[in-house]
């Protein structure tokens, strides 16, 4: 074989750095609070619900579409928690995970040359996804240390090939949750700009005291140019589940659906009977998961000051976010990389996240949906070790 086989498509994409940080936490048995997966599964029934799907033959291709049965409880779960209706077999679409709803979203309405506004630091998939589609990626950063949204550079980035505004709230990696007044300016920008905004809505159940979850689909005039990605694995600790969904307008709904036919058609089969249980059975797990989240943010948020690694509470999600500035290190992937060998822990730089390098240069990412005692050996780990560049 010679020369170079990676296509051109995938050119400065690296491999994504939750699977370099896990194997490094796997290779140095460091205790690991990069990647966001929680250690405790969701309820215990929906699994039973898994099994007896399993063992009663559902086992087979599902329609590309999804189950009906999955698809009807996902119109429902928009339906009451946010007013939104939806025809369950025209608006809505089961995907293996919400990172197949980002791919089909990205290469089922992105045109060679169409530019995607985007929140950075952003997810690294959006990245991968835009370019693979052909598409320009336009960045707004969310800046330190409290990440809200610059309406003014939000419309500094929309220019006349602009097509789609790609948000994510609660935002990975902040933690931010966008205000009713963000959520609006960007509403009205895509009303008057006629912008199609894809919204990456995960973390919708996880946000903390204070702080609520606005879809941008309720706004008025949204919904007609909204596409909202989400998916069971946040809400209900199955991560590893991969079932997610796109809902919206019939014709974004369908232009997923007409790329996820070609990713991978059909979706986990016994797992989709399983999540329809758990959003029409167990509707308030997501936000007793939340209550649980809420007080392990506050432990970590404590530790890590007492450490010398001070960081703002985020508002919702797995994850908070602290600047090592002061430690002297050239840049955080640096401080990361060193990190398992000086103190057995495992984080997560984000400037891999980030155009501007120096925007996140100098952030650390840690996630605290975690046990109580792994977030104390991690911080008692912290609290024992040398962090200082030398
Ligand atoms: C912002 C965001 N979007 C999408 C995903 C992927 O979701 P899923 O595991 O359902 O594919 C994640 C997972 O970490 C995420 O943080």
Redesign the pocket.
């Known amino acids: 074989m010679t020369g170079r086989r990676t296509a051109a498509r995938l050119d400065g994409i690296p491999p994504t750095i939750f699977s370099t940080m896990s194997v490094l936490a796997v290779r140095t048995g460091a205790v690991n609070l990069g990647q966001?997966f929680p250690d405790v599964d969701g309820p215990p029934e929906v699994i039973a619900a898994a099994v007896r799907a399993l063992e009663s033959g559902a086992n087979q291709y599902t329609p590309g579409i999804g189950l009906p049965v999955l698809r009807q409880a996902i119109a429902r779960h928009q339906q009451r928690h946010y007013g939104l209706e939806l025809d369950p077999d025209t608006q809505v679409v089961v995907t293996?995970?919400?990172?197949?709803a980002?791919a089909g979203a990205l290469l089922g309405l992105v045109n060679p040359g169409d530019e995607v506004v985007v929140l950075e630091p952003y997810?690294d998939?959006y990245v991968a996804m835009i370019q693979m589609a052909g598409g320009v990626r336009r960045p707004v950063t969310l800046r330190a240390p409290d990440f809200r949204l610059d309406v003014d550079e939000l419309r500094a980035a929309v220019t006349h090939r602009t097509k789609y505004v790609l948000l994510?709230s609660p935002?990975?990696p902040t933690g931010a949750v966008l205000t009713r007044a963000e959520l609006t300016a960007v509403a009205e920008m895509a009303i008057e700009r006629d912008l199609v905004v894809i919204t990456?809505e995960?973390?919708e159940h996880l946000t903390f005291a204070g702080h609520d979850h606005l879809p941008i689909a309720t706004l008025p005039g949204m919904a007609e140019r909204t596409l909202t990605?989400s998916?069971?694995?946040?809400s209900y600790s199955f991560?590893g589940w991969?079932v997610?969904w796109a809902t919206g307008p019939a014709e974004l709904v369908g232009a997923v659906l007409a790329a996820k036919q070609w990713l991978t058609f059909t979706s986990g089969a016994p797992l989709q009977p399983a999540v329809a249980a758990a959003l029409d059975e167990h509707p308030a797990f997501p936000s007793s998961l939340a209550a649980e989240l809420e007080e392990k943010r506050d432990l970590l948020c404590a530790g890590l000051d007492k450490v010398g690694l001070p960081g703002r509470p985020p508002s919702g999600t797995y994850f908070a976010t602290s600047d090592i500035s002061h430690l002297g290190w050239p840049d955080a992937m640096a401080f990361c990389l060193a990190l398992p060998e000086r103190a057995g822990v495992v984080a997560i730089p984000t400037q891999p996240f980030y155009d501007d390098p120096d925007a996140g240069r100098q952030l650390v990412r840690w996630a605290f949906c975690k046990e109580r005692a792994v977030i104390e050996e991690a911080l008692s780990r912290l609290g024992t070790a040398d962090l200082a560049y030398r």
């Open positions: 966001g293996t995970g919400c990172t197949e980002i997810y998939s994510n935002h990975n990456d995960v973390y990605l998916s069971a694995g946040k991560t991969k997610g």
